[in-house]
């Protein structure tokens, strides 16, 4: 039976849990913008400071009727065979970014320094417990490589780090960033969760019994969140003054925070927190995985498909790999070039050879461009930006590095810092689609991309070229390389090309071309990459097999067997004869 209060207006009371953190501004703004009133409800606020875990408990005790909590938190519940607990929605969809802290006087001076050491958490399962374990996963350490100390709470963390019976740990940076400021602790690193960092969770009876007014609820907090995203002056003035930052890092909170509020979960979202949890053994190993389906309520939750379903992203092995060879190489940490990554940071098609040709084709190599301050490029998909690097350092470009995954781009900058090359690549976390709406027209030099506009569906990649044509200036280029369709395509590559490369559409030239023009670009020359990039990918797949011993000796079998698949997958692409590729370049002329 329903027993739901209500108010003596009539509204429909909903008991919703959250953090007393930043991220849950918007709820306030809903209430005082009177948003959910005029949905018919009202939100009683439960602020819980102890966590995911103490929402999860008074959502099962039926003290709260929805919780806004930890992606990891919820899925590892519900991922219980007894959990009436499901996924409503996405509520802040960038990912959480976790500093890696050590005490003022400790020896410790980057991550890699950690290895072997104590890290403190608040709890096993905690948010802080999990990610350190994903932490060593990314650096390819083994789970016994760190050793766990419980400290309960951040005031406590921050004085085992001190008094040094820990080595580090790791919480959100924004609220580790004020005792930074105070010189309390001190930061040297950070990693981001591979997944969005808050979801909203019921049970399955409150949405029997309360349907309309979850999707009341959705409505209402979907404008509050609009509110907060558009008014950013008035956001950032309360994060300031409610979270005790700097306006300065506020405005850089607020920069990098996506909070939606929306009823779409990606699928990724929930394989790869769950591959997490197995990792921190959280999850019993044998655990037998459930559809991502039986993780939502499909009455208000839908899934969705994203690019970290592509076989090559859905577990970071190009991370992995990339830290492992830097290791084994002695490059793990400390200041290098970006001529030191040159062998582990091209992942396209023939490697720098293309990058010196895409600058002469382009006219970037100019020294009259290189003397000045203006000459910007804008690369899309710039994956760990090894383009970026290379053209940065060797033409002395300035490069907008503009990357779709937050792990690999937050791995990038990092790389970028310590390559003396942050003052000439800006990195951003973002859809280009985006992206663009927020850069200045009629500016940059030339719009890059290596294999990754493959990517974008047919309606996506016209407004792509749109966008493209007007962040060029006059007489700019527009260069891509890219897949192709030749023939048709068979059910299993058309398989192959959606599960394993994420490419759901895939133009013939003549369609490709079309595309451009349709955009205003004058095309200036195609060449056909297909043999080429045939005899690439067969090349490089007969390299790694001959190679498996020493790469299982750096990378372990689990790597060393995905990336196999993946190589030999795009092998049988191209030997099918159906999948192409083309270099395009494109020119922006004034009328």
Known sequence: MDETKVTNKGNRILRVAGVPEHFNEPWKIGFEENYFVKQGIEIEWHSIKEGTGAMINKLKSNEVDVIVALTEGLINDIAGNDSDIRLLGTYVESPLIWSVSTGINSNYNSIEDLKGEKFGISRYQSGSHLMSCVLASQYGWKQSDIEFIINNNFDTLRKSVNDQTTAAFMWEYFMSKPFYDKGEIRR???????????????????????????????????????????????????????FHLSIEDAKSWFDKVNITATNSIAESTIETTIDALKTALTLNENYKTKEAIKFIDTRIAKLSVDIKSMRLYNKPELLIALRNNLRVNGLSKGSITYKDLLPFDQNHYYGTQVLDLAVDELN??????????????????????GCARYLSGKYHLKVLAIELQNDLSQAASELTDRCGLANNIYHIAGDFLNVAQHLQQNYYKAIVSWITILHFQELDRIRLMKQSFNLLEDNGYFYCEDFIRIGNLTNEESQILEHDVFCRYLPTLDEYKQHLIQAQFQIIKTVDLTQQWKDFTKQRFQQYQENKQNLLNIHGEDIYNRLQYFYSSIVKLFMGNHVGGIRIIAKKISN
């Not at 950070?190 to 969005?196: A, D, N, R, S």
């Not at 949405?207 to 404008?223: G, H, P, T, W, Y």
């Not at 609009?226 to 003035?237: A, D, M, P, R």
Request: glycine share 2%.
């Open 364 to 385: 970037l190599s100019n020294d009259d461009l290189n003397k000045t301050n203006s000459t910007w490029i804008i690369q899309i998909g710039s994956n760990l930006a």
């Open 188 to 242: 040297i690193g950070e990693i981001i969760t591979p997944w969005p960092c808050f979801m909203i969770a019921s049970t399955t009876n409150i949405v029997s019994e309360r349907l309309n007014d979850l999707e009341n609820m959705f409505i209402a907090l979907q404008k509050s969140c609009f509110h907060f995203k558009t008014n950013s002056t008035n956001s950032i003035e309360r994060i300031s003054k409610n």
